[in-house]
T-cell receptor, first 111, second 115 residues
Framework: DQQVKQNSPSLSVQEGRISILNCDYT??????FLWYKKYPAEGPTFLIS?????DKNEDGRFTVFLNKSAKHLSLHIVPSQPGDSAVYFC??????????FGDGTTLTVKP | DTAVSQTPKYLVTQMGNDKSIKCEQN?????MYWYKQDSKKFLKIMFS???????INETVPNRFSPKSPDKAHLNLHINSLELGDSAVYFC??????????????FGDGTRLSIL
């Protein structure tokens, strides 16, 4: 049972444009959602999070939107930069402290 | 001043062997985790310890045994290695008792290859 799904394995955008990464979930017990970024041969690093009682959180170029009724969240990166090229994971956290990760989306930002 | 460090970075070994992966964090976090990332790129939780107490134990073969000598260390022992154990294993830590909004800090992974 895959509770967190990232249906787009890859995404390619032009530098300066918007990148939109999507994530769907099935577990209604998730209290927080987090996005992580991963470069090759490194561990994931935390990017931005959102509480399940919010619908938007913004941090600089990164904004996460949550549509709880649709069980869908998205990460917007504006403007996209070549250094943003990485694998992006979304994760749902329960109050038991367990994180469930999606299988990632590889973002390529072309100069 | 690496926050979460795991050793070794690469591990190539024969089927049937026993091996260990070590993890240390210097962030003062209370909770540590082991994840397995298989060829499909899923990051799956295996174990979680809070102050040396096991709090998450997913459906993992009992050939895998975590050991936490103190809250800054969480080691993973694997007995009788099988081909399907080939994966990247990530250690992580977070503040509190795996609090919902606390991000996890990951090590750079240990790439285990079984011959």
């Amino acid at each position: 049972d895959q509770q967190v799904k990232q249906n787009s394995p890859s995404l390619s955008v032009q530098e300066g444009r918007i990148s939109i990464l999507n994530c769907d979930y099935t577990n209604s017990m998730f209290d927080y959602f987090l996005w992580y970024k991963k470069y090759p041969a490194e561990g994931p690093t935390f990017l931005i999070s959102i509480s399940s009682i919010k619908d938007k959180n913004e941090d600089g170029r990164f904004t996460v939107f949550l549509n709880k009724s649709a069980k869908h969240l998205s990460l917007h990166i504006v403007p996209s930069q070549p250094g943003d090229s990485a694998v992006y994971f979304c994760a749902g956290n329960t109050n038991a402290g367990k994180s469930t990760f999606g299988d990632g989306t590889t973002l390529t930002v072309k100069p | 001043d690496t926050a979460v460090s795991q050793t070794p970075k690469y591990l190539v070994t024969q089927m049937g062997n026993d091996k260990s992966i070590k993890c240390e964090q210097n962030l003062g976090h209370d909770t540590m985790y082991w994840y397995k990332q298989d060829s499909k790129k899923f990051l799956k939780i295996m174990f979680s310890y809070n102050n040396k107490e096991l709090i998450i134990n997913e459906t993992v073969p009992n050939r895998f045994s975590p050991k936490s000598p103190d809250k800054a260390h969480l080691n993973l022992h694997i007995n009788s290695l099988e081909l399907g154990d080939s994966a990247v294993y990530f250690c992580a830590s977070s503040q509190g008792r795996g609090s919902q909004n606390q991000p996890q800090h990951f090590g750079d992974g240990t790439r285990l290859s079984i011959l």
